[in-house]
């Protein structure tokens, strides 16, 4: 009786799950529950914090100052205005000229418009179970280098973000720890370690953790690439405006933190860094583009 009990209760679920996806067409959710009971790990409380990332019913009071839609892909670009900001963990005053940063990660069918005409190189596939399928096609791309990155963004008529361009645009110009404010981080707001998800999710989830500019998903997701080499004093030394980074150097960085990262990781200063040639299942990228 128990065991039929338990097989129609997952039944049910994945009847809910399988509604739910067709209607909202995010059918990852219903896949990622059905592997989940397959391995038996499914638990109630991860569905929940899934379903939360639509923020169903909550509308963010954020309100972009400027959009514009990129005629080469597509990207949602929002604008963030010339002025000053505190960088770091130590306030660090930065100025920076008038920028455009893109809304989400670059997708997997953004990214596949780049590879149909022949400017970008695959990702690696063979370890890739979210490229090239339907269900994940609003997923961020991973798998890229951070040279591959750099050659989307160009080919898309932007160029990879600054470091300093990339904190600003997600914490704005009040030092705030998380780009939604100072509140700790939860499964409405963000893809970490306790929103207990284990993976990517779509660029356009957690609405209610946008950046002051409008900005989806730069703390947890996947981590971004940025322009600059790594250097952990550059910005001791780094000029007042616009500082683009070290000249040289062996390693790029990353900002935003990922799916398993903690609170502390995906805190709007904190900084990742890795090998240009290498890529990684957790790692994606952004584009901005000048404010002229």
């Known amino acids: 009786m128990r065991y039929f009990t338990e097989t129609l209760r997952s039944l049910i679920v994945i009847a809910m799950l399988a509604l739910i996806g067709i209607v909202v067409l995010d059918l990852d959710i219903f896949l990622r529950a059905y592997h989940a009971l397959q391995e038996g790990s499914f638990t109630v409380q991860r569905l929940r914090f899934d379903i939360a990332s639509f923020d169903i019913g909550r509308r963010s009071s954020v309100v972009p100052a400027a959009a514009k839609v990129s005629a080469k892909d597509g990207m949602i670009q929002l604008f963030v205005p010339a002025g000053e900001f505190e960088m770091g963990d130590e306030g660090k005053k ?30 690696i596939i063979s370890s890739n179970s979210y490229y090239g399928k339907w269900a994940y096609r609003d997923y961020p791309v991973v798998y890229v280098d951070w040279f591959q990155a750099n050659q989307y963004c160009g080919w898309a008529g932007r160029k990879l973000p600054t470091e300093a361009q990339w904190e600003k645009a997600a914490r704005g110009t009040d030092g705030r720890k998380y780009p939604w404010g100072n509140t700790q981080p939860n499964p409405r707001l ?29 703390a947890g997701n996947v981590r971004e690439w940025v322009a600059d080499w790594f250097s952990p004093t550059y910005y001791q030394v780094s000029p007042y405006m616009n500082p683009t980074g070290p000249a040289t150097g062996t390693e790029r960085s990353l900002r935003s933190g990922a799916y398993d990262a903690d609170a502390k990781e995906i805190m709007t200063y904190f900084r990742f860094r890795h090998e240009p040639q290498s890529a990684g299942l957790s790692r994606g990228f952004r584009c901005a583009e000048s404010g002229d």
Do not use: H
Not at 100 to 120: F, L
Not at 198 to 218: K, V, W
């Open 94 to 123: 930065v100025y920076l000229d008038a920028f455009w940063i893109d809304r989400v990660e670059v997708t997997n069918a953004m990214y596949e418009k780049c590879v149909e005409e022949d400017a970008c190189g695959l990702p």
């Open 190 to 218: 963000v893809n970490y370690k306790g929103s207990l998800i284990g993976e990517s999710a779509s660029s356009f989830r957690y609405p209610l953790g946008q950046s002051p500019y409008g900005a989806l998903n730069m």
